[in-house]
């Protein structure tokens, strides 16, 4: 099936060609770990883990690299606070992001590079853009000369004057140009430092990210993703430093980002107080609905996490859940393509989530309609295709809904539906109504039905 992908470079949504379909490259800026991740940080781990399925889906092989930054200036102000070496402050971090976004069914990378490791790689870089002209020196800096790279501002599509302010740029009277940007800068006694050519310092943010691809992936790539905010300056810099270092090769075919995510229609901002972190999400709701609410939105499109939204992810996925559990009993088998048609088509047209996960209710809507064992196979399979495509529905029903407490626990509750079940055949409804109320009391829906009677929590 033919992917289509809007490229921020060329400002419309393309078909995805690759450079070799025998093996796909993607990037995706990924943590600066000095706090915990919050919901703006989860948004393109887990658009970008739904765009790895759907091209693995496609292709044999699919080399996703998602790096970790960490050496920045944050992390080096919560080292200097907290007493301990920055690897203390990042170790912890990235621990704690892998763990949460694992939670949100999001998988690990194939490469997870790390910037302190490719320090060699950052220097040599760096030397070769002084040497041809698109770098220099000063007072123990090396800068970028953005003039000498005619294509700057591609990506952005911002005018010189709009560049300038919204990199925030330093005034500095080293710099030859007030765009020019930091490749590597020197170090103070309690900052992180490494020995370079240019005296003992620390690599600028940009340079990061472009030597890591060129060890990994190479001088050119198919896609490289990030969040909005990531264009300008981040990756514009980006296209600038790998496309000089490399003698003009283009560094990128597709570039993709994510909007931004809203809380309760207001920027997420440390000063309104209203930043979301997942760490605290996942202890109000499952992992997989605070996913589901994340891809609720096409990707590109803001996202406004309102009070509600999770709690509607929850249901919608109660709803999935409660068909795969009436089917448990069916044997899953290879699904017909067409059932499973118009999921994928919704995929591939640049990710529409929104579109996808309407089909899978679709599915879900067949399935809790038909009395045809053969189809009701035939759907449960597709359920499961569909979801593992999106990652959604990658646990058991019983799981879901909370059947898989103490046994003693299950035996109680087993046991009132037993004697509920005797009372309604003895016609003593008072009793009967009197063991509900007492599992309604404890959490526990019951499901009444012509297979006999079945629960879960609620």
């Given at each position: 099936m033919t992917i289509k992908l809007y490229n921020t470079l060329k400002k419309t949504k393309q078909e995805f060609v690759p450079i070799d379909p025998e093996r796909i490259t993607m990037y995706v800026c990924g943590p600066t770990v000095y706090s915990y991740a919050h919901i703006g940080n989860a948004r393109p781990a887990v658009v970008f883990d739904v765009l790895v399925r759907l091209l693995r889906n496609e292709y044999k092989q699919v080399v996703y690299a998602r790096n970790i930054t960490d050496v920045d200036d944050k992390i080096n102000a919560a080292a200097l606070q907290q007493g301990v070496g920055i690897e203390v402050i990042t170790q912890k971090f990235a621990d704690i992001y892998r763990q949460d976004m694992a939670s949100l069914g999001v998988g690990l990378p194939d490469i997870e590079p790390h910037a302190t490791d490719h320090i060699d790689e950052i220097i040599q870089m760096?030397?070769?853009?002084?040497?041809?002209?698109?770098?220099?020196?000063?007072?123990?800096?090396?800068?970028?000369?953005?003039?000498?790279?005619?294509?700057?501002?591609?990506?952005?599509?911002?005018?010189?004057?709009?560049?300038?302010?919204?990199?925030?740029?330093?005034?500095a009277p080293y710099k030859r140009d007030p765009a020019d940007f930091i490749l590597w800068k020197p170090s103070t006694p309690e900052q992180p430092s490494w020995e370079s050519p240019w005296g003992a310092g620390r690599p600028g943010w940009h340079i990061e990210c472009s030597a890591m691809i060129e060890k990994h992936l190479g001088k050119t790539i198919d896609i490289h993703g990030g969040g909005q905010d990531l264009i300008f300056p981040h990756h514009e810099n980006e296209i600038a430093q790998s496309t000089c270092s490399h003698g003009g090769e283009e560094f990128c075919h597709y570039w993709i980002h994510n909007g931004f995510v809203n809380v309760n229609h207001e920027k997420m901002s440390k000063s309104i107080g209203n930043v979301l972190l997942v760490h605290d999400l996942l202890a109000e709701a499952p992992g997989e609905a605070v996913r589901y609410a994340l891809l609720s939105s096409h990707y590109r499109s803001p996202l406004d996490w309102t009070d509600d939204l999770l709690t509607s992810a929850k249901s919608s996925l109660d709803r999935l859940y409660g068909t795969l559990e009436q089917l448990e009993n069916i044997q899953s088998v290879t699904c017909e393509a067409s059932l499973t048609h118009a999921f994928k088509q919704a995929l591939s047209d640049d990710l529409n989530t929104p579109l996808a996960m309407s089909e899978l209710h679709s599915l879900a809507k067949q399935a809790n309609i038909s009395q045809d064992p053969h189809q009701q196979a035939q759907l449960k399979a597709g359920l499961l295709e569909c979801g593992n495509l999106i990652g959604l529905l990658q646990q058991s029903p019983s799981d879901w809904f909370g059947m898989d407490g103490e046994e003693a626990e299950h035996a109680n509750i087993d046991q009132l539906i037993e004697r509920r079940n005797q009372a309604r055949a003895d016609k003593d409804f008072v009793t009967a109504d009197d063991i509900r109320d007492q599992l309604a009391a404890m959490n526990i829906e019951i499901l009444d039905g012509a297979e006999g009677t079945r629960w879960r929590k609620k």
């Open positions: 760096i030397a070769r853009l002084i040497e041809q002209g698109y770098a220099y020196e000063a007072e123990q800096h090396v800068m970028f000369n953005v003039p000498a790279f005619e294509q700057y501002g591609a990506l952005s599509g911002r005018n010189r004057d709009d560049m300038i302010a919204g990199a925030r740029v330093e005034v």
